[in-house]
Protein backbone atom coordinates (compact mmCIF):
# COMPACT_ATOMS: atom_id res chain seq x y z
CA UNK A 1 0.00 0.00 0.00
CA UNK A 2 1.48 3.80 -1.00
CA UNK A 3 -0.43 6.48 0.99
CA UNK A 4 0.30 9.73 0.00
CA UNK A 5 -0.93 13.04 1.57
CA UNK A 6 -0.38 16.93 1.63
CA UNK A 7 -0.68 17.74 4.99
CA UNK A 8 -0.16 22.00 4.87
CA UNK A 9 1.05 24.68 2.21
CA UNK A 10 0.96 28.06 3.32
CA UNK A 11 2.04 31.35 1.77
CA UNK A 12 2.87 34.50 3.93
CA UNK A 13 3.17 37.68 2.53
CA UNK A 14 5.92 39.65 4.65
CA UNK A 15 4.47 42.79 5.79
CA UNK A 16 3.82 44.72 9.70
CA UNK A 17 0.26 43.72 10.09
CA UNK A 18 -1.64 43.81 13.26
CA UNK A 19 -2.08 40.66 14.89
CA UNK A 20 -5.75 39.07 13.94
CA UNK A 21 -6.73 35.58 13.37
CA UNK A 22 -4.80 33.79 10.76
CA UNK A 23 -7.12 32.58 7.44
CA UNK A 24 -5.92 29.83 4.47
CA UNK A 25 -7.71 29.22 1.84
CA UNK A 26 -11.08 29.79 3.68
CA UNK A 27 -10.31 28.36 6.94
CA UNK A 28 -9.90 30.75 10.12
CA UNK A 29 -7.24 29.65 12.83
CA UNK A 30 -6.92 30.89 16.17
CA UNK A 31 -10.64 31.84 16.60
CA UNK A 32 -13.84 30.89 15.31
CA UNK A 33 -15.06 31.02 11.49
CA UNK A 34 -18.75 30.72 12.66
CA UNK A 35 -20.13 34.27 12.10
CA UNK A 36 -21.61 35.64 15.46
CA UNK A 37 -25.59 36.12 15.34
CA UNK A 38 -26.74 39.90 16.18
CA UNK A 39 -30.03 39.40 18.63
CA UNK A 40 -32.84 41.00 16.82
CA UNK A 41 -34.86 42.74 19.18
CA UNK A 42 -38.44 42.25 19.90
CA UNK A 43 -38.28 39.08 17.22
CA UNK A 44 -41.71 38.25 15.90
CA UNK A 45 -42.28 34.59 14.81
CA UNK A 46 -44.50 34.14 11.60
CA UNK A 47 -45.83 30.96 9.12
CA UNK A 48 -46.01 32.26 5.09
CA UNK A 49 -48.46 30.03 2.77
CA UNK A 50 -48.31 30.93 -1.11
CA UNK A 51 -51.15 29.88 -3.00
CA UNK A 52 -51.25 30.15 -6.51
CA UNK A 53 -54.42 30.51 -8.88
CA UNK A 54 -55.64 29.31 -11.81
CA UNK A 55 -53.68 25.81 -12.08
CA UNK A 56 -50.29 27.32 -12.46
CA UNK A 57 -48.87 25.79 -9.87
CA UNK A 58 -45.47 25.52 -11.43
CA UNK A 59 -45.06 29.05 -10.50
CA UNK A 60 -44.82 28.55 -7.05
CA UNK A 61 -41.20 27.21 -6.29
CA UNK A 62 -40.20 30.26 -8.46
CA UNK A 63 -42.09 32.54 -6.74
CA UNK A 64 -40.88 31.46 -3.04
CA UNK A 65 -37.40 31.38 -3.93
CA UNK A 66 -38.00 34.86 -4.90
CA UNK A 67 -39.98 35.55 -1.80
CA UNK A 68 -37.97 37.02 1.22
CA UNK A 69 -40.81 35.99 3.14
CA UNK A 70 -39.93 32.68 2.41
CA UNK A 71 -35.96 32.56 1.94
CA UNK A 72 -35.82 34.41 5.23
CA UNK A 73 -38.14 32.67 7.40
CA UNK A 74 -35.69 31.22 9.71
CA UNK A 75 -33.98 34.93 10.65
CA UNK A 76 -36.88 36.49 11.97
CA UNK A 77 -38.27 39.94 11.60
CA UNK A 78 -38.04 42.73 14.72
CA UNK A 79 -41.42 43.35 15.57
CA UNK A 80 -44.52 44.39 13.15
CA UNK A 81 -42.65 46.82 11.54
CA UNK A 82 -40.07 44.75 10.74
CA UNK A 83 -42.52 41.96 9.39
CA UNK A 84 -44.45 44.90 7.42
CA UNK A 85 -41.53 45.83 5.79
CA UNK A 86 -40.69 42.54 4.63
CA UNK A 87 -44.00 42.28 3.00
CA UNK A 88 -43.50 45.76 1.48
CA UNK A 89 -40.31 44.44 -0.50
CA UNK A 90 -41.69 41.09 -1.14
CA UNK A 91 -44.70 43.01 -3.35
CA UNK A 92 -42.33 44.10 -5.63
CA UNK A 93 -40.35 41.40 -5.84
CA UNK A 94 -42.96 38.75 -6.50
CA UNK A 95 -44.33 40.90 -9.05
CA UNK A 96 -40.66 41.37 -10.53
CA UNK A 97 -40.69 37.66 -10.91
CA UNK A 98 -44.21 37.30 -12.52
CA UNK A 99 -42.87 39.76 -15.22
CA UNK A 100 -39.92 37.64 -15.50
CA UNK A 101 -41.88 34.70 -16.69
CA UNK A 102 -43.99 36.97 -18.83
CA UNK A 103 -47.46 37.49 -16.56
CA UNK A 104 -48.17 41.02 -17.02
CA UNK A 105 -51.51 40.94 -16.10
CA UNK A 106 -51.85 39.62 -12.79
CA UNK A 107 -52.92 40.21 -9.47
CA UNK A 108 -51.20 40.04 -6.10
CA UNK A 109 -52.49 39.75 -2.33
CA UNK A 110 -50.60 39.27 0.93
CA UNK A 111 -52.45 39.24 4.00
CA UNK A 112 -51.10 39.78 8.04
CA UNK A 113 -53.19 37.75 10.23
CA UNK A 114 -55.76 38.36 7.65
CA UNK A 115 -55.66 41.72 7.00
CA UNK A 116 -54.61 42.81 3.84
CA UNK A 117 -50.93 44.38 3.95
CA UNK A 118 -52.58 47.90 2.80
CA UNK A 119 -54.36 48.04 5.88
CA UNK A 120 -51.49 47.01 8.15
CA UNK A 121 -49.37 49.47 7.10
CA UNK A 122 -52.36 52.34 7.76
CA UNK A 123 -52.90 51.03 11.13
CA UNK A 124 -49.48 49.52 11.80
CA UNK A 125 -50.91 47.09 13.65
CA UNK A 126 -51.26 42.98 12.99
CA UNK A 127 -53.62 41.39 15.25
CA UNK A 128 -53.38 38.18 17.24
CA UNK A 129 -50.59 36.63 18.70
CA UNK A 130 -47.30 34.78 17.46
CA UNK A 131 -46.52 32.64 15.21
CA UNK A 132 -48.26 35.29 12.47
CA UNK A 133 -50.17 33.65 9.65
CA UNK A 134 -48.88 35.46 5.93
CA UNK A 135 -51.41 34.56 3.16
CA UNK A 136 -49.55 35.30 -0.55
CA UNK A 137 -52.37 34.75 -3.25
CA UNK A 138 -51.19 35.50 -6.60
CA UNK A 139 -53.27 35.09 -9.45
CA UNK A 140 -50.47 35.39 -12.74
CA UNK A 141 -53.29 35.77 -15.05
CA UNK A 142 -52.58 35.04 -18.49
CA UNK A 143 -49.22 34.55 -20.41
CA UNK A 144 -48.48 37.14 -22.32
CA UNK A 145 -46.36 36.96 -25.73
CA UNK A 146 -44.26 39.26 -27.97
CA UNK A 147 -46.35 41.52 -30.50
CA UNK A 148 -44.79 44.33 -32.26
CA UNK A 149 -41.18 44.26 -31.50
CA UNK A 150 -38.69 47.04 -32.96
CA UNK A 151 -35.17 47.64 -32.61
CA UNK A 152 -33.38 51.39 -33.50
CA UNK A 153 -30.20 52.25 -33.71
CA UNK A 154 -29.14 56.02 -33.43
CA UNK A 155 -25.73 57.84 -33.72
CA UNK A 156 -24.34 60.42 -31.54
CA UNK A 157 -26.09 62.95 -33.42
CA UNK A 158 -29.16 61.61 -32.77
CA UNK A 159 -29.98 60.36 -35.85
CA UNK A 160 -30.77 56.40 -37.41
CA UNK A 161 -27.56 55.12 -37.50
CA UNK A 162 -27.09 51.54 -39.41
CA UNK A 163 -24.26 49.90 -37.23
CA UNK A 164 -24.50 46.77 -39.43
CA UNK A 165 -26.26 44.95 -37.09
CA UNK A 166 -29.81 43.05 -37.28
CA UNK A 167 -32.89 45.04 -36.60
CA UNK A 168 -35.10 41.76 -36.54
CA UNK A 169 -36.08 41.13 -32.84
CA UNK A 170 -35.44 37.12 -33.59
CA UNK A 171 -31.97 37.73 -33.72
CA UNK A 172 -32.09 39.32 -30.17
CA UNK A 173 -34.24 36.76 -28.91
CA UNK A 174 -37.47 38.95 -28.89
CA UNK A 175 -38.90 36.81 -31.81
CA UNK A 176 -43.48 37.77 -31.90
CA UNK A 177 -45.69 34.93 -30.75
CA UNK A 178 -42.90 33.89 -28.31
CA UNK A 179 -43.63 34.26 -24.45
CA UNK A 180 -42.76 37.73 -23.65
CA UNK A 181 -40.82 37.19 -20.57
CA UNK A 182 -38.72 40.15 -18.85
CA UNK A 183 -35.65 38.46 -18.63
CA UNK A 184 -35.54 38.05 -22.70
CA UNK A 185 -35.66 41.80 -22.90
CA UNK A 186 -32.95 42.65 -20.41
CA UNK A 187 -30.76 39.84 -22.60
CA UNK A 188 -31.40 41.86 -25.56
CA UNK A 189 -30.23 45.01 -24.14
CA UNK A 190 -27.15 43.65 -23.03
CA UNK A 191 -26.22 41.87 -26.19
CA UNK A 192 -27.46 45.77 -28.12
CA UNK A 193 -25.10 47.58 -26.08
CA UNK A 194 -22.25 44.66 -25.98
CA UNK A 195 -22.39 44.53 -29.69
CA UNK A 196 -22.41 48.06 -30.51
CA UNK A 197 -19.09 48.48 -27.66
CA UNK A 198 -17.43 45.33 -30.19
CA UNK A 199 -17.97 47.74 -33.35
CA UNK A 200 -16.33 50.60 -31.44
CA UNK A 201 -19.13 52.62 -30.04
CA UNK A 202 -17.58 52.30 -26.41
CA UNK A 203 -20.37 54.39 -25.14
CA UNK A 204 -23.27 52.85 -26.33
CA UNK A 205 -26.39 52.78 -24.16
CA UNK A 206 -30.03 51.75 -23.97
CA UNK A 207 -31.81 55.09 -24.49
CA UNK A 208 -34.93 54.53 -24.97
CA UNK A 209 -37.17 51.34 -24.05
CA UNK A 210 -41.12 51.57 -24.77
CA UNK A 211 -43.14 48.78 -23.58
CA UNK A 212 -46.89 48.47 -24.15
CA UNK A 213 -49.25 45.71 -22.09
CA UNK A 214 -52.38 45.03 -24.57
CA UNK A 215 -54.24 43.48 -22.58
CA UNK A 216 -56.74 42.71 -24.90
CA UNK A 217 -54.53 40.58 -26.83
CA UNK A 218 -52.32 39.25 -24.21
CA UNK A 219 -49.56 40.67 -26.11
CA UNK A 220 -46.45 42.88 -25.38
CA UNK A 221 -45.41 45.50 -27.78
CA UNK A 222 -41.67 46.62 -27.13
CA UNK A 223 -39.61 48.99 -28.82
CA UNK A 224 -35.78 49.55 -27.60
CA UNK A 225 -33.88 52.23 -29.15
CA UNK A 226 -30.00 52.23 -28.60
CA UNK A 227 -27.58 55.35 -28.99
CA UNK A 228 -24.41 54.49 -30.26
CA UNK A 229 -22.37 57.18 -29.59
CA UNK A 230 -19.23 58.27 -30.93
CA UNK A 231 -17.24 55.31 -32.99
CA UNK A 232 -13.83 55.71 -31.12
CA UNK A 233 -10.32 54.92 -31.20
CA UNK A 234 -7.63 54.31 -28.39
CA UNK A 235 -5.45 57.60 -27.09
CA UNK A 236 -3.06 57.87 -24.58
CA UNK A 237 -2.51 55.46 -21.68
CA UNK A 238 -1.68 56.71 -18.59
CA UNK A 239 -1.03 54.48 -15.07
CA UNK A 240 -1.96 55.33 -11.43
CA UNK A 241 -1.33 53.30 -8.37
CA UNK A 242 1.71 52.60 -9.22
CA UNK A 243 4.42 52.69 -6.08
CA UNK A 244 7.51 50.40 -7.19
CA UNK A 245 6.48 49.32 -10.90
CA UNK A 246 7.87 51.58 -13.87
CA UNK A 247 4.70 53.10 -15.33
CA UNK A 248 6.64 52.75 -18.83
CA UNK A 249 6.44 48.98 -18.40
CA UNK A 250 2.78 48.30 -17.48
CA UNK A 251 1.61 50.55 -20.81
CA UNK A 252 4.28 48.66 -22.55
CA UNK A 253 2.79 45.27 -21.50
CA UNK A 254 -0.93 46.09 -21.67
CA UNK A 255 -0.14 46.63 -25.79
CA UNK A 256 -2.89 49.02 -26.32
CA UNK A 257 -2.71 50.25 -29.68
CA UNK A 258 -3.04 53.79 -29.96
CA UNK A 259 -5.29 55.42 -33.01
CA UNK A 260 -6.79 51.93 -33.43
CA UNK A 261 -10.35 51.53 -33.45
CA UNK A 262 -11.81 50.95 -29.98
CA UNK A 263 -12.43 47.05 -29.28
CA UNK A 264 -13.20 45.72 -25.53
CA UNK A 265 -11.40 42.82 -26.56
CA UNK A 266 -8.39 44.56 -26.32
CA UNK A 267 -8.80 45.78 -23.21
CA UNK A 268 -9.73 42.46 -21.33
CA UNK A 269 -6.68 41.02 -23.15
CA UNK A 270 -4.74 43.98 -21.78
CA UNK A 271 -6.00 43.07 -18.49
CA UNK A 272 -5.08 39.56 -18.38
CA UNK A 273 -1.96 40.23 -19.64
CA UNK A 274 -0.86 42.47 -16.74
CA UNK A 275 -2.35 40.16 -13.97
CA UNK A 276 -0.10 37.23 -15.56
CA UNK A 277 2.74 39.03 -13.90
CA UNK A 278 1.78 38.54 -10.52
CA UNK A 279 2.31 41.43 -9.51
CA UNK A 280 -0.66 43.14 -8.87
CA UNK A 281 -4.02 42.58 -6.84
CA UNK A 282 -6.15 44.60 -8.78
CA UNK A 283 -5.90 46.02 -12.48
CA UNK A 284 -8.90 48.20 -13.94
CA UNK A 285 -8.45 50.23 -17.20
CA UNK A 286 -10.92 53.24 -17.00
CA UNK A 287 -12.43 54.90 -20.41
CA UNK A 288 -12.14 58.47 -20.69
CA UNK A 289 -14.37 61.02 -22.40
CA UNK A 290 -14.66 60.63 -26.73
CA UNK A 291 -13.07 63.89 -27.90
CA UNK A 292 -11.01 65.95 -30.85
CA UNK A 293 -11.42 65.51 -34.35
CA UNK A 294 -10.38 61.90 -34.46
CA UNK A 295 -12.80 60.76 -31.74
CA UNK A 296 -10.14 59.27 -29.19
CA UNK A 297 -10.46 58.24 -25.79
CA UNK A 298 -7.61 58.30 -22.98
CA UNK A 299 -7.27 55.47 -20.87
CA UNK A 300 -6.45 55.19 -16.82
CA UNK A 301 -4.67 52.17 -15.87
CA UNK A 302 -5.42 51.62 -12.14
CA UNK A 303 -3.58 49.16 -10.45
CA UNK A 304 -2.63 48.09 -6.74
CA UNK A 305 0.38 46.54 -5.76
CA UNK A 306 0.86 42.91 -4.28
CA UNK A 307 3.21 42.75 -1.21
CA UNK A 308 6.71 42.10 -3.10
CA UNK A 309 8.26 39.73 -0.10
CA UNK A 310 6.19 36.19 -0.02
CA UNK A 311 7.17 32.67 1.95
CA UNK A 312 5.82 29.96 1.90
CA UNK A 313 6.21 25.90 3.28
CA UNK A 314 4.82 22.45 3.08
CA UNK A 315 4.78 19.13 4.32
CA UNK A 316 3.99 15.53 2.87
CA UNK A 317 4.23 12.23 3.99
CA UNK A 318 3.85 8.82 2.54
CA UNK A 319 3.95 5.04 3.92
CA UNK A 320 6.84 4.36 1.03
CA UNK A 321 8.75 7.27 1.09
CA UNK A 322 8.19 8.76 4.93
CA UNK A 323 7.79 12.97 5.53
CA UNK A 324 9.06 15.70 3.03
CA UNK A 325 9.49 19.29 3.67
CA UNK A 326 9.40 22.33 1.40
CA UNK A 327 9.86 26.25 1.54
CA UNK A 328 10.37 28.87 -0.75
CA UNK A 329 11.48 33.01 -0.42
CA UNK A 330 10.10 35.28 -3.72
CA UNK A 331 10.30 38.54 -4.11
CA UNK A 332 8.25 39.98 -7.12
CA UNK A 333 9.04 43.30 -8.75
CA UNK A 334 12.53 43.05 -7.97
CA UNK A 335 13.46 45.68 -10.28
CA UNK A 336 10.50 47.60 -11.02
CA UNK A 337 9.45 46.03 -14.27
CA UNK A 338 7.84 42.79 -13.37
CA UNK A 339 10.68 40.74 -12.36
CA UNK A 340 10.31 37.78 -9.80
CA UNK A 341 13.49 35.84 -7.88
CA UNK A 342 12.73 32.50 -6.17
CA UNK A 343 14.32 30.63 -3.87
CA UNK A 344 13.29 27.38 -3.24
CA UNK A 345 14.43 23.85 -0.84
CA UNK A 346 13.10 20.97 -0.03
CA UNK A 347 13.87 17.42 2.05
CA UNK A 348 12.55 14.63 1.31
CA UNK A 349 12.34 10.92 2.71
CA UNK A 350 12.89 11.84 6.23
CA UNK A 351 12.91 8.82 8.41
CA UNK A 352 15.60 6.64 6.92
CA UNK A 353 18.42 5.59 8.54
CA UNK A 354 20.84 6.31 5.85
CA UNK A 355 20.87 10.39 5.57
CA UNK A 356 22.44 9.55 1.66
CA UNK A 357 19.28 7.78 1.09
CA UNK A 358 17.32 11.45 1.56
CA UNK A 359 16.68 13.78 -0.99
CA UNK A 360 17.38 17.33 -1.56
CA UNK A 361 17.06 20.03 -3.68
CA UNK A 362 17.88 23.58 -3.96
CA UNK A 363 17.19 25.70 -6.44
CA UNK A 364 17.62 30.02 -7.53
CA UNK A 365 15.55 31.15 -10.32
CA UNK A 366 15.01 34.71 -12.25
CA UNK A 367 11.70 35.59 -14.48
CA UNK A 368 11.98 38.93 -16.12
CA UNK A 369 8.87 39.28 -18.40
CA UNK A 370 9.04 41.61 -21.02
CA UNK A 371 12.50 41.05 -21.96
CA UNK A 372 12.39 41.24 -25.22
CA UNK A 373 9.47 42.59 -25.75
CA UNK A 374 5.54 42.19 -24.31
CA UNK A 375 5.19 39.11 -25.65
CA UNK A 376 8.66 37.74 -24.33
CA UNK A 377 9.95 36.53 -20.92
CA UNK A 378 13.61 35.94 -19.68
CA UNK A 379 14.01 32.51 -17.27
CA UNK A 380 16.87 31.40 -15.84
CA UNK A 381 17.48 28.71 -12.86
CA UNK A 382 20.24 27.05 -11.36
CA UNK A 383 19.72 24.33 -9.09
CA UNK A 384 21.36 21.31 -6.94
CA UNK A 385 19.48 17.58 -6.15
CA UNK A 386 19.63 14.60 -5.04
CA UNK A 387 17.55 11.88 -6.07
CA UNK A 388 16.99 8.25 -4.61
CA UNK A 389 13.82 6.54 -5.98
CA UNK A 390 14.22 2.58 -5.57
CA UNK A 391 15.59 2.50 -9.19
CA UNK A 392 18.62 4.63 -9.10
CA UNK A 393 20.57 7.55 -7.31
CA UNK A 394 21.47 10.35 -9.03
CA UNK A 395 22.84 13.79 -7.36
CA UNK A 396 23.12 16.65 -9.89
CA UNK A 397 23.40 20.51 -10.73
CA UNK A 398 21.47 22.15 -13.64
CA UNK A 399 21.98 25.53 -15.13
CA UNK A 400 19.11 26.57 -17.37
CA UNK A 401 18.33 29.93 -19.68
CA UNK A 402 15.20 30.51 -21.24
CA UNK A 403 13.96 32.78 -24.21
CA UNK A 404 9.16 32.70 -23.61
CA UNK A 405 7.37 33.62 -26.67
CA UNK A 406 3.45 34.22 -26.33
CA UNK A 407 2.45 33.91 -30.04
CA UNK A 408 -1.50 33.87 -29.29
CA UNK A 409 -3.71 33.54 -25.81
CA UNK A 410 -3.52 29.37 -26.92
CA UNK A 411 -0.17 29.10 -28.00
CA UNK A 412 3.22 30.03 -26.38
CA UNK A 413 6.77 28.12 -26.92
CA UNK A 414 9.97 28.86 -25.48
CA UNK A 415 13.90 27.47 -26.44
CA UNK A 416 17.12 27.83 -24.43
CA UNK A 417 19.89 26.08 -22.90
CA UNK A 418 21.09 24.13 -20.73
CA UNK A 419 23.83 22.28 -18.86
CA UNK A 420 23.50 19.61 -16.53
CA UNK A 421 25.64 17.36 -14.34
CA UNK A 422 25.56 14.17 -12.59
CA UNK A 423 26.98 11.79 -10.65
CA UNK A 424 24.32 8.47 -10.55
CA UNK A 425 24.26 4.76 -9.57
CA UNK A 426 21.87 2.11 -10.68
CA UNK A 427 21.66 -1.36 -11.87
CA UNK A 428 24.42 -0.36 -14.68
CA UNK A 429 27.10 1.56 -12.21
CA UNK A 430 28.28 4.21 -11.24
CA UNK A 431 28.38 6.97 -13.75
CA UNK A 432 29.31 10.48 -14.03
CA UNK A 433 27.58 12.73 -17.02
CA UNK A 434 27.51 16.51 -18.07
CA UNK A 435 25.22 16.89 -20.45
CA UNK A 436 24.90 20.10 -22.70
CA UNK A 437 21.21 20.68 -24.53
CA UNK A 438 19.44 22.80 -26.46
CA UNK A 439 16.07 22.62 -25.20
CA UNK A 440 12.70 23.77 -26.72
CA UNK A 441 8.86 23.43 -26.65
CA UNK A 442 5.52 23.87 -27.23
CA UNK A 443 2.06 24.13 -25.02
CA UNK A 444 -1.21 25.03 -26.62
CA UNK A 445 -4.08 25.12 -24.25
CA UNK A 446 -7.38 25.75 -24.80
CA UNK A 447 -8.90 24.90 -21.11
CA UNK A 448 -11.46 26.40 -19.26
CA UNK A 449 -10.00 25.78 -15.78
CA UNK A 450 -6.88 25.22 -15.68
CA UNK A 451 -7.28 22.85 -11.96
CA UNK A 452 -10.28 21.80 -12.74
CA UNK A 453 -10.94 21.39 -17.01
CA UNK A 454 -14.47 20.64 -18.34
CA UNK A 455 -13.64 21.40 -22.05
CA UNK A 456 -10.79 22.23 -24.36
CA UNK A 457 -7.42 20.50 -25.25
CA UNK A 458 -3.68 20.51 -23.52
CA UNK A 459 -0.72 19.66 -25.44
CA UNK A 460 2.86 20.40 -25.15
CA UNK A 461 5.68 19.07 -27.27
CA UNK A 462 9.34 19.46 -26.39
CA UNK A 463 13.03 18.24 -27.76
CA UNK A 464 16.07 18.67 -26.38
CA UNK A 465 19.16 17.72 -29.01
CA UNK A 466 21.87 17.08 -25.90
CA UNK A 467 25.93 15.86 -25.92
CA UNK A 468 27.21 14.26 -23.54
CA UNK A 469 30.89 15.76 -23.30
CA UNK A 470 32.12 13.35 -20.48
CA UNK A 471 31.10 9.88 -22.02
CA UNK A 472 31.11 11.64 -25.63
CA UNK A 473 27.49 10.77 -26.80
CA UNK A 474 25.15 12.75 -28.60
CA UNK A 475 21.72 12.23 -28.12
CA UNK A 476 17.76 13.77 -28.67
CA UNK A 477 15.06 13.53 -25.84
CA UNK A 478 11.24 14.04 -27.15
CA UNK A 479 8.20 13.63 -25.86
CA UNK A 480 4.76 15.34 -26.30
CA UNK A 481 1.70 15.07 -24.05
CA UNK A 482 -1.95 15.68 -25.10
CA UNK A 483 -4.93 16.36 -22.73
CA UNK A 484 -8.48 16.64 -23.82
CA UNK A 485 -11.95 17.20 -22.04
CA UNK A 486 -15.32 16.72 -22.89
CA UNK A 487 -18.37 17.97 -21.29
CA UNK A 488 -21.29 15.92 -21.81
CA UNK A 489 -24.18 17.99 -20.54
CA UNK A 490 -24.72 22.11 -20.24
CA UNK A 491 -24.28 22.02 -16.91
CA UNK A 492 -21.15 20.22 -16.78
CA UNK A 493 -21.61 17.80 -14.20
CA UNK A 494 -20.45 15.04 -16.51
CA UNK A 495 -17.04 15.26 -17.92
CA UNK A 496 -15.25 12.61 -20.26
CA UNK A 497 -11.24 13.71 -19.65
CA UNK A 498 -8.56 11.30 -21.58
CA UNK A 499 -4.86 12.10 -21.87
CA UNK A 500 -2.14 10.21 -23.74
CA UNK A 501 2.06 10.69 -23.21
CA UNK A 502 4.66 9.48 -25.98
CA UNK A 503 8.29 10.33 -25.79
CA UNK A 504 11.45 8.57 -27.06
CA UNK A 505 15.10 9.15 -26.76
CA UNK A 506 17.37 8.63 -29.84
CA UNK A 507 21.29 8.04 -29.45
CA UNK A 508 23.45 5.71 -27.36
CA UNK A 509 22.31 2.30 -25.47
CA UNK A 510 20.08 2.84 -22.29
CA UNK A 511 23.32 2.17 -20.19
CA UNK A 512 24.97 5.53 -21.32
CA UNK A 513 21.73 7.98 -20.91
CA UNK A 514 21.89 9.72 -17.10
CA UNK A 515 18.99 7.12 -15.44
CA UNK A 516 17.27 10.32 -13.95
CA UNK A 517 16.79 11.23 -18.00
CA UNK A 518 15.31 7.58 -19.05
CA UNK A 519 11.73 6.91 -19.32
CA UNK A 520 10.37 5.06 -16.03
CA UNK A 521 6.60 5.41 -15.90
CA UNK A 522 4.38 4.69 -12.63
CA UNK A 523 2.90 6.77 -9.95
CA UNK A 524 0.39 9.21 -9.64
CA UNK A 525 1.16 11.74 -12.17
CA UNK A 526 1.68 8.64 -14.56
CA UNK A 527 0.04 4.86 -13.89
CA UNK A 528 -1.85 5.32 -10.62
CA UNK A 529 -1.40 2.02 -8.37
CA UNK A 530 2.05 1.12 -8.94
CA UNK A 531 4.98 2.67 -7.09
CA UNK A 532 6.52 6.03 -8.08
CA UNK A 533 8.91 5.26 -11.45
CA UNK A 534 8.80 1.46 -10.73
CA UNK A 535 7.45 0.57 -14.46
CA UNK A 536 9.76 -0.09 -16.73
CA UNK A 537 12.34 -2.18 -18.30
CA UNK A 538 14.54 -4.29 -15.76
CA UNK A 539 18.28 -5.47 -15.08
CA UNK A 540 18.25 -8.68 -12.33
CA UNK A 541 14.63 -7.31 -11.21
CA UNK A 542 15.99 -4.00 -11.16
CA UNK A 543 14.49 -1.24 -12.86
CA UNK A 544 16.99 0.45 -15.47
CA UNK A 545 14.31 3.03 -17.53
CA UNK A 546 14.06 2.63 -21.11
CA UNK A 547 14.47 4.87 -24.58
CA UNK A 548 10.53 4.91 -25.29
CA UNK A 549 7.02 5.61 -23.10
CA UNK A 550 3.64 5.16 -23.93
CA UNK A 551 0.85 6.78 -21.04
CA UNK A 552 -2.54 6.67 -21.47
CA UNK A 553 -5.78 7.49 -19.24
CA UNK A 554 -9.78 8.01 -19.06
CA UNK A 555 -11.39 9.39 -15.95
CA UNK A 556 -15.14 9.83 -16.08
CA UNK A 557 -16.22 12.62 -13.69
CA UNK A 558 -19.38 13.16 -12.27
CA UNK A 559 -20.51 16.12 -9.87
CA UNK A 560 -22.57 14.99 -7.86
CA UNK A 561 -23.36 17.81 -5.79
CA UNK A 562 -22.11 21.12 -5.97
CA UNK A 563 -19.11 20.53 -3.69
CA UNK A 564 -19.05 16.47 -4.19
CA UNK A 565 -18.10 14.59 -7.42
CA UNK A 566 -16.62 11.22 -8.01
CA UNK A 567 -14.28 9.62 -10.55
CA UNK A 568 -13.73 6.35 -12.28
CA UNK A 569 -10.17 6.10 -14.21
CA UNK A 570 -7.91 3.58 -16.51
CA UNK A 571 -4.46 4.14 -16.85
CA UNK A 572 -2.18 2.25 -18.91
CA UNK A 573 1.65 2.67 -20.10
CA UNK A 574 4.46 1.38 -20.23
CA UNK A 575 8.62 2.09 -20.92
CA UNK A 576 10.33 0.29 -23.42
CA UNK A 577 14.34 -0.68 -24.03
CA UNK A 578 14.21 0.36 -27.81
CA UNK A 579 13.91 4.11 -29.46
CA UNK A 580 10.63 3.47 -30.55
CA UNK A 581 8.02 1.39 -27.71
CA UNK A 582 7.48 -2.36 -28.45
CA UNK A 583 4.12 -2.90 -28.08
CA UNK A 584 4.89 -7.21 -27.91
CA UNK A 585 5.91 -5.92 -24.00
CA UNK A 586 1.92 -5.32 -22.37
CA UNK A 587 1.09 -2.28 -21.25
CA UNK A 588 0.78 -1.92 -17.13
CA UNK A 589 -2.84 -1.45 -16.43
CA UNK A 590 -4.14 0.15 -13.06
CA UNK A 591 -7.77 0.89 -12.64
CA UNK A 592 -9.31 3.35 -9.55
CA UNK A 593 -11.87 5.55 -8.53
CA UNK A 594 -11.53 8.66 -6.48
CA UNK A 595 -13.74 11.22 -4.73
CA UNK A 596 -13.37 15.09 -5.30
CA UNK A 597 -14.20 18.11 -2.91
CA UNK A 598 -15.14 21.65 -4.65
CA UNK A 599 -13.26 24.59 -2.96
CA UNK A 600 -13.03 27.86 -4.46
CA UNK A 601 -9.54 27.30 -5.41
CA UNK A 602 -9.53 24.04 -6.80
CA UNK A 603 -10.49 20.33 -6.41
CA UNK A 604 -9.24 18.45 -3.49
CA UNK A 605 -8.37 15.08 -5.13
CA UNK A 606 -8.60 11.54 -3.34
CA UNK A 607 -7.43 8.47 -5.47
CA UNK A 608 -7.68 5.20 -4.73
CA UNK A 609 -5.76 2.96 -7.43
CA UNK A 610 -4.73 -1.11 -7.77
CA UNK A 611 -2.19 -2.38 -10.25
CA UNK A 612 -3.43 -5.05 -12.20
CA UNK A 613 0.16 -6.17 -13.03
CA UNK A 614 2.37 -5.26 -10.01
CA UNK A 615 5.89 -6.36 -9.74
CA UNK A 616 8.64 -5.96 -7.30
CA UNK A 617 7.82 -3.23 -5.07
CA UNK A 618 4.59 -2.15 -6.76
CA UNK A 619 1.72 -1.80 -3.50
CA UNK A 620 -1.41 -4.09 -3.17
CA UNK A 621 -3.13 -0.28 -3.93
CA UNK A 622 -2.23 3.26 -3.85
CA UNK A 623 -3.45 6.21 -2.04
CA UNK A 624 -3.38 9.57 -3.37
CA UNK A 625 -4.58 13.16 -2.52
CA UNK A 626 -3.65 16.82 -3.58
CA UNK A 627 -5.39 19.84 -5.22
CA UNK A 628 -6.62 19.93 -8.88
CA UNK A 629 -7.54 16.93 -10.78
CA UNK A 630 -5.00 14.53 -11.80
CA UNK A 631 -4.70 16.00 -15.90
Given amino acids: M ?31 SEPQEQAVPDPLAYTPVITVLNGNAELKPRLEAASALFTQRETLPSGEAGLISRALGDRDRLVARLYEDGYYGGTLTIDLAGTSLEQTLATGDIPGGQP ?60 LTALLRERGYPKARIKERVIVADHANDELDVTLTAASGPQ ?33 QVLETARKRLNDLGIFSSIRIVEGEVAGPDSQMPLTIEV ?68 FGPLTRFTTSLGARQESPDAYTSRSLTYDAYYVREFNKHLSGRAGGKVYYANETDAFGDEDYLLV ?26 AEPAYDTLN ?19 ARRFILAGRISAGSIV ?60 VGFVDAGNAFTDEIPDFSQPLKIGVGAGLRYYTPIGPLRIDAAIPLDPEKDDPDFALYVGLSQAF
Avoid at 236 to 264: H, K, L, N, R, W
Fill in 2 to 32: VLAASLLTGVVTLAPVPAKAFEFFGWTFFES
Fill in 132 to 191: VPVAITVDPGPLFSFGKVQIRFQGGDGQDLDPGLSTDPAFWGLKPGDAARSTLILSAESR
Fill in 437 to 462: GLPADLTYDTRDDKLDPSRGIFAVLS
Fill in 304 to 371: TERKRHVIGAGASWSSSEGFGLEAYWRRRNLFGRGELLSVEGSVGRIGNENLMDMEYSARVAFDKPGA
Fill in 507 to 566: GPEVDEIPASQRFIAGGGGSIRGYAYRNVGPRLNGEVTGGRSLVELSGEVRIKATDTIGI
Fill in 232 to 264: ARFGGVSVSGSEVTDADFIVQQAMIPQGEVYSP
Fill in 472 to 490: QNAMVFIKGTASSYLALDE
